[in-house]
């Protein structure tokens, strides 16, 4: 496998909808729908106010991503921004695709962008935005033919706690369409404290993947172990304890490693990013994209991980076939 060479049919099993939507694409949704201020700006524009600058902490690129999210003002909004993540995966010749979206933090946003919405009840604008992107998923695989996997993700922050309960009942009734819950946010609490509601709905949505250790450090890793998750979602700060690295080796939990995000967001550089050492402490990775707008691609990732750590290309087909081992579908 040359690392410059276009892969096709790799599998990525970690992408976010909101992270995902580029400058052509706000620009398109925006000048459909009238969506100001970005239907009055150009492309180029659009780039400067949603694309992070090389050199962002996270919690910089992070207000970048609140930036984009101006632009969901509907559900239809949302759809049609999803509807050219799947267009660009297509386009890119992935394999499979297994999609995040935040659902809580999305309707958020639309209610906060939009009057009319807002005057409307949260979980009408969570269903009519559920049931709009699983149309255009089914829409666009059709067309495309590209095997496209939902993930839902539960936020762990303190203002989405109180909405969890009525979160895993949508859930619960839409299970048949969700392949894995995701547990995300790092800020407020740890994992655990999301316990009861997994344990509702894991009997319905049995795969479960936890945000953790991109920006902390292994004590929430540990504390997600008590959750039994089959995957953790980066995981990059767990190489500061040994014993917790050899844990996720034994258990075989697999980490959803997304090297040139944990570049662009500050929590690692290419001469201190812990992949090698995670491989070669046995633990299984898979390397993934996890939603960049800038233009860049899943082969950038394996790109930057090849020539980075100077790896040969029978081990890029193990990583390769990683992502297909442990996608949740199989």
Not at 64 to 69: A, G, N, P, S
Not at 150 to 160: A, P, R
Not at 266 to 292: K, M, S, Y
């Amino acid at each position: 496998m040359m690392a410059s060479q276009h892969q096709v049919g790799l599998f990525e099993l970690h992408r976010h909808h909101d992270t995902s939507h580029t400058p052509e694409s706000i620009s398109r949704v925006s000048r459909l729908l009238g969506i100001s201020p970005f239907d009055a700006m150009s492309v180029e524009e659009i780039r400067h106010e949603v694309q992070a600058p090389p050199g962002s902490t996270w919690d910089q690129w992070y207000q970048y991503l609140k930036r984009v999210r101006k632009a969901y003002v509907s559900p239809t909004a949302v759809a049609e921004l999803t509807r050219d993540v799947l267009k660009d995966a297509a386009r890119q010749e992935l394999g499979l695709l297994e999609l995040r979206v935040s659902l809580l933090s999305t309707v958020a946003a639309i209610r906060e962008n939009s009057p009319s919405e807002a005057s409307k009840n949260f979980w009408a604008v969570a269903r009519e935005t559920l049931e709009m992107l699983l149309a255009v998923k089914q829409q666009e695989m059709k067309k495309s033919h590209l095997p496209v996997d939902l993930v839902l993700s539960i936020s762990c922050q303190n203002k989405y706690l109180p909405y969890v309960d009525r979160y895993v009942d949508l859930m619960t009734e839409y299970a048949r369409e969700i392949i894995a819950v995701d547990l995300t946010n790092e800020a407020d609490n740890k994992p655990s404290t999301c316990k009861a509601a997994l344990d509702r709905i894991r009997p319905h949505i049995s795969f479960l993947t936890i945000h953790c250790m991109e920006t902390t450090g292994p004590e929430r890793g540990w504390d997600a172990l008590t959750l039994l998750p089959q995957r953790l979602g980066h995981g990059i700060h767990a190489v500061d304890d040994p014993q917790l690295v050899r844990e996720i080796a034994k258990r075989g939990i697999v980490l959803e490693v997304c090297p040139l995000s944990n570049i662009l967001t500050g929590v690692a550089t290419p001469a201190n990013h812990p992949f090698r050492c995670l491989d070669e402490a046995g633990v299984a990775l898979t390397i993934n994209h996890d939603g960049l707008n800038d233009d860049s691609t899943l082969d950038d990732d394996y790109t930057f991980v090849q020539t980075t750590f100077g790896y040969s290309e029978q081990d890029m087909r193990r990583f390769a076939e990683n992502g297909r081992t442990y996608a949740f579908r199989t």
